[in-house]
């Protein structure tokens, strides 16, 4: 089972750093031995993105403020790589990476490991999640990922990331959503908090409506949840109010249809109510008028 098969790594990366052997030669060129976990320091070139990253938003100011730490003081915690056709695969780090580009590091220090396609994304994921800054929708699209390509169900998943399993199902409901707001909620325009409020709306139309207003009007989630209850309500009465009429009016609307040969609708409040009669030609107008004319 999935979750058997990645047991552990839910615990923390660090169990990943036991036994490496460790080459601290800057200026040699890296020679990566198969089968074997190394540090070495890797030219930062050979280096390319993880194709598994659940990250897709990288926030330039952090970049930059990494940037600046790193120039200073170097690269403290090595990347985590695995060997590719040519050169090396980021699997966590990929933050660390990008500063240290900018600060103009030709060299950084990875660790190199040997790992199947479900140990990098699981790892890229759990490196995102225990910093707590993941988006939601990332987040979410990781889950799904982890379910659609490597067949978790939603307990593995709760068990290899640590999170419990009506968090993955709550999280994974916010790819419901429409794309636009899903495109607000990756661009921090709403949170998480704001989604899930959406989410339990029934019509595309009204979460969008909503998402705008969210937007434009600056509404808290607490503003938003209470202005989901006030629809949702409304939504209520309606559907009381058509029981209502199923109930009591639909059999006297049945009636006139019959005597009238055409629709009719019959609103009906507590002390007055209105007769709608449709006609739709000239004809048929005269013909009812007609029918009016003999109740005389």
């Known amino acids: 089972m999935a979750g058997a ?54 926030d330039e100011e952090k970049i930059n403020e990494l940037a600046s730490s790193i120039a200073m ?45 479900e140990q990098r994304m ?11 800054d993941l ?25 290899n990331i640590g999170k419990s399993r009506p968090y993955i199902t709550n999280a994974l409901r916010l790819l419901k959503l429409p794309e636009e707001i899903r495109g607000l909620v990756l661009s921090g325009k709403l949170s998480s908090g704001h989604a899930r409020a959406l989410v339990s709306i029934d019509s595309e139309k009204m979460q ?15 503003e938003t949840e209470d202005l989901v209850r006030d629809i949702e309500k409304k939504h209520e009465k309606n559907i009381f109010k058509r029981i209502e009429k199923s109930v009591d009016i639909l059999e006297i609307e049945e009636e006139l249809k019959t005597i009238l040969g055409t629709k009719v609708t019959l609103k009906h409040g507590r002390k007055s109510g209105k007769l709608e ?17 003999g109740l005389k």
């Not at 699981?122 to 707590?132: D, S, V």
């Not at 988006?135 to 068990?159: R, T």
Request: glycine share 8%; no cysteine; hydrophobic share 40%.
């Open 208 to 222: 969008l409506l909503i998402a705008r207003r969210i937007e434009n009007e600056g509404l808290s989630v607490r």
């Open 135 to 159: 988006n939601p929708i990332e987040e979410a699209e990781a889950f799904q990922k982890m379910h659609v390509e490597f067949g978790f169900k939603q307990d593995d998943i709760s068990k």
């Open 73 to 117: 003081h170097g690269v403290i915690q090595p990347l985590l790589l695995k060997q590719a056709e040519t050169g090396f695969e980021l699997v966590a780090g990929e933050r660390r990476w990008r500063a240290a580009r900018k600060a103009g590091l030709k060299q950084v220090p990875g660790i190199v490991k040997e790992l199947t396609g």
């Open 277 to 293: 009669i449709n006609y739709y030609s000239r004809d048929e107008l005269e013909r009812l008028i007609e029918i009016f004319r």
């Open 5 to 58: 098969k990645s047991k552990g790594l839910g615990k923390g990366l660090e169990a990943l750093f036991g036994d490496i052997e460790i080459n601290v030669a800057k200026d040699e060129p890296h020679e990566y031995q198969p089968g074997k976990d190394q540090i070495l320091f890797i030219d930062i070139n050979d280096i390319k993105p993880n194709s598994s990253q659940p990250r897709q938003i990288f």
């Open 122 to 132: 699981l790892i890229a994921l759990i490196e995102n999640i225990q910093r707590e």
